[in-house]
């Protein structure tokens, strides 16, 4: 299990990580979101010790990534595909790191087919290689010690559909078999498909959290109607809230329970619904608003 506790980091007078609490469970991928600058890049540096914690701490199984003997055992960790050795092959990549955790050289072959690199390609030298070759080439790094975790930063940047496809099916697996996997992302549609439990993180805070199946009942109900004003004020007298979205009123109550004040009302309605992706995405842009890139002039670092 991953453990992050009150975790915080300053940068003078910045605070990029602001008391940020989480777990992340064994046999489930949990979905890291938010906005480009969020804080999940440098929450995630924490948790693998690249970067000092103000205060606050993380922990894998129980224990802090440095004191675990040999972290590429236990621990999977993919935070930047482009900061491989562009001087050397992915065999020779994979190999380095196969001879630092002590393990033999079969697993290289081993993780080169697992993540669909044909020889001719593992041979090449990563300046040569696209951007999604090297998110292959940092999965089966990841991989390569059996770890019963994984962290994993925007491994899909880079990837086609069909390579999209493959990193869901390989990390879904990898959860039914009792893995942990932590998967980090700024587009919700990434993660919703895989995703068993979602945190998200604006502004260096945590915003929401819970298994994807509660966000989405929160999402509540999405209702259309030829008369919005009328439906509206039904919605206010029964101490309804609600958003307007797109021409429709998403309401945060069960669809019953809507159909039931717009009866009522004597407003007839063209849909209603419960809010599915698209109210859980509605949800998500509504929660992170202030750190959206076209919805404010300066952006923050990651």
Same mark, same amino acid.
């Given at each position: ?35 480009? =600058?969020? $804080? ?8 693998? =010790? ?7 701490? +993380?922990?894998?199984? $129980? ?23 562009? =001087?050397?092959? $992915?065999? @020779? ?38 951007? $999604? ?14 770890? +019963? ?6 491994? +899909? ?5 069909? =390579? ?67 439906? *509206?004020?039904?919605?206010? #007298? ?13 309401? @945060? #109550? ?9 009866? #009522? ?8 619904? *419960? ?28």
């Amino acid at each position: 299990m991953i453990k992050v506790e009150s975790l915080t980091k300053k940068y003078g007078g910045f605070t990029a990580v602001d008391d940020v609490s989480f777990t992340a469970q064994p046999g489930r991928v949990t979905g890291f979101l938010g906005p480009n =600058g969020a $804080g999940k890049s440098t929450t995630m540096r924490i948790m693998v =010790g690249l970067t000092p914690a103000s205060s606050g701490h +993380a922990e894998i199984a $129980g224990r802090r990534y440095a004191d675990l003997p040999n972290p590429g055992l236990e621990v999977g960790v993919l935070l930047d595909a482009s900061a491989q050795h562009a =001087g050397r092959t $992915g065999r @020779e990549i994979l190999t380095i790191a196969a001879q630092t955790m002590g393990l033999p050289k079969g697993r290289v072959d081993a993780m080169l087919e697992r993540v669909s690199l044909t020889p001719t390609e593992a041979n090449r030298r990563v300046r040569n290689y696209s951007l $999604g070759m090297r998110q292959r080439l940092g999965i089966a790094t990841a991989l390569l010690g059996d770890p +019963a975790v994984l962290i994993l930063d925007e491994p +899909a940047n880079g990837l086609d559909p069909a =390579g999209i496809r493959w990193m869901r099916d390989l990390l879904r697996g990898y959860a039914d078999q009792g893995g942990t996997v932590l998967l980090s992302s700024h587009l919700l549609h990434e993660i919703e498909v895989i995703a068993d439990d979602l945190v998200v993180i604006g502004q260096g805070r945590i915003v929401a959290g819970g298994t994807k199946a509660e966000l989405l009942a929160a999402a509540g109900t999405l209702v259309r109607t030829r008369d919005l004003p009328t439906l *509206s004020r039904a919605l206010v #007298a029964a101490d309804l809230h609600f958003v307007e979205s797109t021409g429709a009123l998403r309401v @945060e #109550a069960d669809p019953d329970v809507v159909g039931e004040v717009a009866l #009522a009302a004597g407003v007839a309605l063209t849909e209603l619904r *419960s809010a599915d992706g698209a109210g859980l995405e509605e949800m998500f842009l509504e929660l992170t608003a202030e750190t959206q890139r076209d919805q404010k002039s300066e952006g923050v670092a990651a």
